[in-house]
Nanobody, 124 residues
Framework: QVQLVESGGGLVQAGGSLRLSCAASGRTFSRYAMGWFRQAPGKEREVVAAISRSGGGTYYADSVKGRFTISRDNVKNTVYLEMNSLKPEDTAVYYC?????????????????WGQGTQVTVSS
């Protein structure tokens, strides 16, 4: 079992940057595929980015390609989401998630463990 705690959210102007972190408990972090998801008010949760167990494979939603970067540090048990050129439509609660079964996963139903979320608000 793994517990996830996100941090780094906040209020930023359009065009700005934020770096989200997700710290995981436990000693088997490298066995989990990790992902970042977001949910805006009135919308369904959607995948933002995903990363494989080793960090060698990544996936990005089309809406964030070229602006966001997912990475992980398996020594620090942490996954990151670097967000640049932020837009008002990026405003949402951002969640990190862990999947023990896939090498990389892009669907929310594949993920077993979830953090509590961190709010990102981008003002225009």
């Amino acid at each position: 079992q793994v517990q996830l705690v996100e941090s780094g959210g906040g209020l930023v102007q359009a065009g700005g940057s934020l770096r989200l972190s997700c710290a995981a408990s436990g000693r088997t972090f490298s066995r989990y595929a990790m992902g970042w998801f977001r949910q805006a008010p009135g919308k369904e949760r959607e995948v933002v980015a995903a990363i494989s167990r080793s960090g060698g494979g990544t996936y990005y939603a089309d809406s964030v390609k070229g602006r966001f970067t997912i990475s992980r540090d398996n020594v620090k048990n942490t996954v990151y989401l670097e967000m640049n050129s932020l837009k008002p439509e990026d405003t949402a609660v951002y969640y990190c998630a862990a999947d023990p079964d896939q090498n990389i996963a892009t669907k929310s139903w594949q993920y077993e463990y979830w953090g509590q979320g961190t709010q990102v608000t981008v003002s225009s």
